[in-house]
Nanobody, 119 residues
Framework: QVQLVESGGGLVQAGGSLRLSCAAS????????MGWYRQVPGTQRDLVAT???????NYADSVKGRFTISRDNTKNTVYLQMNSLKPEDTGVYYC?????????????WGQGTQVTVSS
């Protein structure tokens, strides 16, 4: 019923930039929080940044000042602008959204997009 489709990952040198996009589609009545999480093999999925529907944002300490999360609520899309990338930013980035399709709210995840930062 609901899909989150991510794009924009890839390979970049340290100091470079990437922009991730995640578009939600399907039977969507409303979206509250949207965010990005990063996972490295063998570790848990960690929060990178989140944004509420009214624009409030939250960032992991490791990305503050370098990453910017934004939303286009008319397109049900969330973006992550990543600047000054470091090798430790490498991982699979997953989009998350809390979506109401009927009476209830549920969390949905994208398929993940690989970001690799070379030193």
């Amino acid at each position: 019923q609901v899909q989150l489709v991510e794009s924009g990952g890839g390979l970049v040198q340290a100091g470079g930039s990437l922009r991730l996009s995640c578009a939600a589609s399907g039977s969507i009545r409303s979206i509250s929080g949207m965010g990005w999480y990063r996972q490295v093999p063998g570790t848990q999925r960690d929060l990178v940044a989140t944004a509420t529907a009214d624009g409030s944002t939250n960032y992991a300490d490791s990305v503050k000042g370098r990453f910017t999360i934004s939303r286009d609520n008319t397109k049900n899309t969330v973006y992550l602008q990543m600047n000054s990338l470091k090798p430790e930013d490498t991982g699979v980035y997953y989009c998350n959204a809390r979506i109401r399709t009927g009476f209830f709210w549920n969390d949905y995840w994208g398929q993940g997009t690989q970001v690799t930062v070379s030193s």
